[in-house]
C-alpha cells in the first residue's frame, strides 16, 4: 500500500502545482482584460457582367475591400466613404474601412450597379 500512497501524493502535488500555475496566469490577465484584437480580414469584390459580385457585404472596422475589374470595360465603386475613380479593364482598387455604417455604393459609369458594404 505505501506505493498507492505515493502516487496519490504525487497527483495530488501536479495538481497543485497546475491549479497555481493557471491561479497565476488567470491573476497576470486581470479582471475586465480585452480579448485579443482579431487581425484585419481582406474581402473582394469582383465587378463582371455590369454587376457587383456579391451585391452586399458585411466586415469590421479596419478591414479592407479589394475591387477587381474582370470586365473589358472600366468601372467604379463611389459611396459617400468612399471613391476608387476609374479602375481599369484588369484591374483592381483597395479600399480599408475606417468607420462603421452602411454604404451602398454604384458605377458612376453604370448606375444600375449597385451594391452595399456594411462595416460593423
Known amino acids: 500500500m505505501p506505493r498507492q500512497s505515493s502516487r496519490r501524493s504525487s497527483r495530488t502535488a501536479s495538481l497543485a502545482v497546475l491549479a497555481a500555475a493557471l491561479g497565476s496566469l488567470l491573476c497576470s490577465i486581470g479582471p475586465g482584460a480585452a480579448a485579443p ?3 484585419p480580414s481582406k474581402h473582394t469584390v469582383v465587378m463582371e457582367a455590369v454587376a ?4 452586399a457585404l ?3 472596422v ?3 475591400v479589394v ?3 474582370r470586365d473589358p470595360f472600366p468601372h467604379t465603386a463611389t459611396s459617400e ?3 476608387s475613380k476609374v479602375i481599369a479593364a484588369g484591374s483592381s482598387w483597395t479600399y480599408t474601412a475606417k468607420g462603421p455604417g452602411e454604404f451602398p455604393y454604384v458605377c458612376t459609369l453604370h448606375p444600375t450597379m449597385k451594391a452595399t458594404l456594411r462595416v460593423r
Not at 457587383?52 to 451585391?55: I, L, T
Open 52 to 55: 457587383f459580385q456579391p451585391k
Open 62 to 64: 479596419g478591414d479592407s
Open 81 to 83: 466613404a468612399f471613391d
Open 58 to 60: 458585411t466586415i469590421k
Open 37 to 39: 484584437a482579431s487581425k
Open 67 to 69: 475591387w477587381v475589374n
